[in-house]
């Protein structure tokens, strides 16, 4: 049965990438990525040997917890891309829960990036163990933690791939991924600020929280060898199996209980819809705001660019280097400004194959421009309230809620900046957004280049034009805030006209380049 699966995939991961160019030099950066960090981990966990014995075991078992907690949440992350992960695909097969855990483990075992955690693990073994004892329950302990981060990873998208199936699972993971994203950067936040003292006992105490978790016995194992190492080894072994029984009886139970996921879901009308105008403009302005509140591929840049924003607005702040006054308050609205306005660099995107029912009725570059004249307002609707706290958040950070003011201003003439530069990008650099249950690809295979060139082009844009505007408000002339709204707007309004322009003259390439089969 293991056998089985690994043929099965191994098959589509060759059928991924027979006749598709694209997909096959993706696959090769690929296997040049895990090779890179198989290799750089190897080293780095293995220079370990030459720091002290306590800092040492430390770092080990903190490595090791880390690397748990990737094979935890990375299948989330690509769960209805990969075809393996979720066990309904398999539910018609004549199998047993049982049998299907075996295969399903073999299935994620095999591959690029789990060779490449086995090759980073025993550079603990290099690193950690200081005899021969330690030695050999390093080459147990290294295949055992792999298979505890395995079948760990298994049990929890096994228990949700029912939720995960839904729009409302993908909303809580996209939530969930932008807080976890938001932790990773409170110890940072903590150094920066001098709260937690060295850095060494930031380590030790992180050490101590997960000393005895399957993590933090395996890397324990390995560096004390003896008989507490084969203690502390048995006791992971034990977890693994505990572990292994309750992924059987979480994929019993999945695969015999009614899938909800599928049911319709009725769609009421918006009493804000009211307040909308008639004709084609009220009505892209309607239907880009319902995309925003039910559309899960959508809404995951808007959760990145709030969270990484409010990341920012402590970084910025921090440290002897950090930023004060009125310049911090400024510099985190635009800033915020910038990554909502980058929501806008693939306006047509989300249509995909739907675009050609508007392409059908312009009659005219005029009709292409009203459209991307409501969709900035449906961006900058959702936009105007998270800069404004932003700002606000700022200027009480600054110390004086007055630099709030010239903050929003500006920040209100950068947003059309971006928005008018991304009309640009929309009609020039079009892609496809995945038609899949998963939140985090934002390009059909084949894409993702296309997708960064724009995103990176549009940002290095954005930036260029607003310059003339911020960088004076930055650095003291707050009073030219004021002129930085009509400037926006102004920049906006040509950017809709160039790319209606463009766009009207290359509808039915664009129609082709957001419906890609994905």
Not at 62 to 80: E, Q, S, Y
Not at 106 to 118: D, E, I, K, V
Not at 446 to 452: I, N, T
């Amino acid at each position: 049965m293991a056998w089985l699966f690994v043929r099965l995939k191994l098959r589509l991961i060759a059928g991924n990438l027979r006749g598709d160019a694209m997909r096959q030099i993706g696959f090769v950066f690929t296997l040049i990525a895990a090779a890179a960090v198989a290799l750089g981990g190897f080293a780095l966990i293995a220079l370990l040997r030459f720091a002290p014995q306590d800092v040492a075991v430390d770092a080990g078992m903190v490595i090791f917890t880390v690397i748990a907690l990737i094979w935890v949440v990375g299948p989330l992350l690509v769960f209805g891309v990969d075809e393996t992960l979720d066990p309904a695909r398999l539910v018609l097969f004549p199998l047993t829960a049982r049998q299907m855990a075996v295969g399903m483990f073999a299935a994620s075992a095999t591959g690029p990036w789990p060779l490449a955690s086995l090759i980073v693990l025993l550079g603990a073994v290099a690193g950690l163990a200081r005899d021969v004892s330690g030695l050999l329950i390093g080459l147990v302990a290294v295949p055992l933690h792999l298979a505890f981060c395995l079948v760990a990873s298994r049990t929890v998208t096994t228990a949700l791939s029912r939720l995960l199936r839904s729009r409302r699972g993908r909303d809580l993971l996209a939530i969930g991924v932008v807080f976890v994203v938001l932790l990773s950067q409170v110890p940072n936040l903590v150094i920066n600020r001098g709260v937690a003292g060295p850095p060494l006992e930031l380590l030790a105490g992180l050490a101590a929280l997960v000393r005895w978790s399957p993590p933090g016995m395996a890397a324990h194992a390995i560096a004390g060898g003896g008989l507490l190492g084969l203690a502390e080894l048995a006791a992971v072994g034990v977890l693994v199996i505990v572990l292994a029984a309750v992924w059987v009886a979480v994929l019993r139970r999945t695969l015999v209980r009614a899938d909800s996921s599928t049911e319709a879901a009725s769609v009421g009308r918006s009493r804000f819809d009211r307040l909308l105008p008639g004709g084609p403009f009220g009505a892209v302005v309607a239907k880009e705001l319902k995309y925003l509140r039910r559309e899960p591929r959508g809404r995951m840049g808007w959760l990145s660019a709030v969270g990484v924003s409010t990341v920012l607005l402590f970084s910025l702040s921090s440290g002897p280097g950090g930023l004060s006054g009125a310049s911090l308050a400024i510099a985190v609205a635009c800033l915020t400004a910038l990554m909502l306005g980058l929501q806008g660099v693939n306006v047509f995107g989300i249509d995909g194959r739907a675009l050609w029912m508007n392409a059908v009725v312009y009659s005219a570059p005029r009709d292409l421009r009203t459209d991307l004249a409501a969709r900035h307002l449906a961006i900058s609707l959702a936009a105007g309230p998270a800069i404004a706290v932003l700002a606000v958040a700022g200027a009480l950070v600054a110390g004086d809620l007055v630099w709030a003011v010239p903050a929003l201003l500006t920040a209100a003439g950068a947003l059309p900046i971006a928005l008018g530069v991304g009309a640009v990008t929309s009609v020039i650099t079009p892609y496809t957004y995945p038609q899949r249950v998963n939140a985090f690809t934002s390009a059909a295979p084949g894409q993702g280049g296309v997708a960064v060139a724009g995103s990176f082009g549009a940002m290095l844009a954005t930036a260029l034009l607003a310059a003339p505007v911020v960088i004076p408000v930055l650095m003291g002339v707050t009073w030219l805030s004021v002129v930085a709204v009509p400037y926006g707007l102004a920049v906006a309004y040509g950017g809709r006209r160039l790319a209606a322009t463009i766009g009207y003259a290359r509808l039915p390439d664009l129609l082709a380049a957001v419906s890609r089969p994905s």
